[in-house]
């Protein structure tokens, strides 16, 4: 306990390993000799834990399946379920979503998830578990915590918000914390008043300790009481450390290595999440494809595809345009500039979507991979793979739309240019919700403005040749360039102009045949 800003969250991460930062210099973290720390950290706000669109007996599945993924006897994952749900009071809500609970379920809901595993965290660090809550569901919390706590032989830490005196005395031990992360008292609760006496400190019968405590926590850590029993608790922890405790080095945190087990179920969870409740988002995503694809294949006329872009290359050859020659070369920008416009339109409708959708549930694979659910590079490959499939749905009918050629070869080196783009967009999308996780706006903004640097590097609306060496230079990391030039190349290269002609739209461009495999 303590007031606000007392490092109260700071304590029970330091305490998980998440947070070394807030560990002053020379400060260490004990255990008991014969003990190891097997501990989880469960955050104030059950949407950092829990997936929108699944039942409560769904979640709890998943969480079971993923958290003993590596456990090689046969487990009943249905009995842990039910087990689970009787003991903390959720079993009427099974087949609810997860969503419709009331926040004293979605709390007990994401206390079942960490519990599911098969060899159960023995120190569980719950972050203000009754915040939110009237006192009757706040007790109800309270009272599960503390038959979990007997029943599995299990520490459980718990930050609380003035909770009131029932709740109080319902902990075996309060550690108060005063300004600046001081520890003001640590003892049972029913000592406190005795504390205060033995103390000096004024407080009658018709005052709550407790409230009395918080009142002198949050004044300034240079206040007398505070100082004098920051001395004592040291000396208390002095003493301690001279007994049978060992000090514990590195993260006490859980983690997980790269696994297809658990990605297999993190793609059935993904799946379920994403297509119940992102389906409008996906919906749209298809809507703007082919619609797209209409608008643009009726701007622009099939005739654009009819010229071949080469010349005779021959001694003594006339130099001068023809009118016909030069509505070729006309036909020759507008094919471009529609083949362009369509790359850079799927990848701008991709980026945004993916930009809002990834930023939802990363903070919910942050929570869950920090408990050792799975590991980093799972959630990665599977987050791809589930954003993709949308784009497998609508990309085949796009390209077949927009394909003015009507050739099978065409159509399928546009579809996989078109796939390797938006991949590329995707990890755009997934660079700039990792560095702006809890700003979705600043997310969109930073993930547009490198669409349109890749843009201007691209080679299709200003020449390459044109621009200053380094941004040359810097151009080769650009995809648009890569895939503007592969495109090029698609249609007016790759022995499409026999000798001893010339392609003009590759010689004006500087572009080679041979890069065209190097920049796919």
């Known amino acids: 306990m303590g007031p606000s800003g007392a490092g109260k969250t700071t304590l029970l991460k330091c305490l998980n390993g998440q947070n070394n930062r807030g560990l002053s210099d020379g400060s260490m973290i004990y255990s008991i000799n014969n003990r190891n720390i097997r501990s989880c950290f469960i955050k104030s706000n059950v949407w950092e834990h829990l997936l929108s669109g699944l039942t409560v007996r769904q979640t709890l599945l998943y969480a079971s399946r993923l958290k003993n993924s590596r456990i090689t006897s046969q487990l009943n994952h249905i009995k842990i379920v039910c087990d689970l749900m009787s003991e903390l009071v959720i079993s009427d809500t099974a087949d609810n979503r997860v969503e419709t609970c009331s926040g004293g379920e979605q709390k007990r809901i994401v206390i079942a998830c960490e519990l599911t595993s098969h060899l159960k965290p023995n120190m569980l660090c719950i972050d203000e578990p009754t915040s939110g809550l009237d006192s009757n569901a706040a007790e109800v919390i309270i009272n599960c915590l503390k038959v979990l706590s007997r029943r599995h032989g299990m520490t459980i830490i718990a930050s609380i ?25 640590s003892g049972v609760p029913h000592y406190l008043r005795q504390h205060f006496k033995d103390n000096g400190i004024e407080c009658n019968e018709n005052q709550v300790p407790i409230e009395v405590l918080l009142t002198i926590a949050s004044k ?11 001395h004592e608790n040291d000396v208390n922890c002095e003493s301690i450390t001279q007994t049978n405790l060992r000090p514990v080095f590195g993260s006490l945190s859980i983690s997980k290595r790269f696994s297809f087990v658990d990605m297999y179920y993190l793609l059935c969870r993904s799946l379920t999440h994403t297509f119940r409740c992102q389906w409008v988002s996906l919906l749209l995503q298809f809507i703007c494809f082919q619609m797209l694809a209409i608008v643009m294949k009726y701007c622009f006329t099939p005739d654009i595809i009819l010229p071949d872009g080469c010349v005779e290359l021959e001694f003594g050859a006339e130099c ?19 083949n362009t416009c369509l790359l850079l339109s799927v990848a701008f409708v991709v980026l945004i979507v993916m930009s809002v959708t990834f930023g939802a549930d990363f903070r919910v694979f942050r929570s869950q991979q920090q408990n050792g659910w799975y590991s980093t590079g799972t959630y990665l490959w599977c987050r791809t793979i589930v954003d993709l499939i949308p784009v497998l749905m609508a990309l085949p009918l796009f390209c077949w739309l927009t394909n003015l050629y009507n050739r099978i070869t065409f159509y399928v080196f546009t579809f996989a240019l078109n796939l390797l783009v938006i991949m590329c967009t995707q990890s755009v999308s997934q660079l700039s ?53 592969c495109f090029v190349i698609m249609i007016y290269g790759l ?26």
């Open 161 to 185: 918000h003035q909770p009131n005196n029932d709740i109080l005395h319902m902990f075996d031990t309060v550690y108060v914390l005063a300004n600046g992360g001081v520890c003001l008292y």
């Open 220 to 230: 300034d850590k240079s206040n007398t009481t505070i100082f004098n029993n920051k």
């Open 320 to 338: 001068y345009q023809t009118e016909a020659e030069i509505m070729n070369e006309k036909l020759i920008k507008l094919n471009i500039k529609y």
């Open 433 to 485: 919700a990792l560095l702006f996780m809890n700003e979705p706006k600043v997310t969109l903004i930073f993930a547009i403005l490198i669409q349109v640097v890749t843009v201007f590097l691209g080679n299709s609306l200003i020449p390459v040749k044109e621009l200053h060496y380094t941004l040359q230079a810097l151009s080769h990391l650009s995809y648009s360039r890569l895939s503007f030039e």
């Open 495 to 520: 022995d499409r102009c026999q000798a001893p002609q010339i392609s003009t739209v590759l010689y004006g461009m500087e572009i080679d045949d041979y890069i065209f495999w190097p920049n796919m």
